[in-house]
């Protein structure tokens, strides 16, 4: 979507949107997102996968589940959760990336704060 069409959407629009990435916005959610990157995973090998406890987790897939995030296919007695979208991914790999960059930027600048006082102490 370009910049000119996110300008001129409305609130009513952009509610879902602000819903999706409020489902992505929680450690333990991403943590799910991120062991499911290699393929479908029952609830057992996703909670081995995260730490997570089965509550908790239940909790959090029921969620990513409702908002489309994560689709469940249950196979005999077990029910397998995947990433419905790909692009989930990639929406995250370019958020990671986006912070990398800020984090090197700032040690940078840091660094050369810190070259800074030390010449001045000097």
Known sequence: MTEKLLQNKTADFL?????????????????????????????????????????????HLKLLTQAGILSRKPQGVSVYYEVSDPLTFELCELVCDRIYERMQEQAKQFKQLNSFSAIAKS
């Open 15 to 59: 509610a879902p949107v602000a819903e999706y990435f409020k489902v992505l916005s929680e450690i333990s959610r991403l943590q799910i997102v991120s062991c499911l990157r290699s393929g479908a995973m029952n609830v057992s090998e996703i909670g081995v996968a995260t730490g997570l406890g089965q509550a908790n987790l239940s909790k």
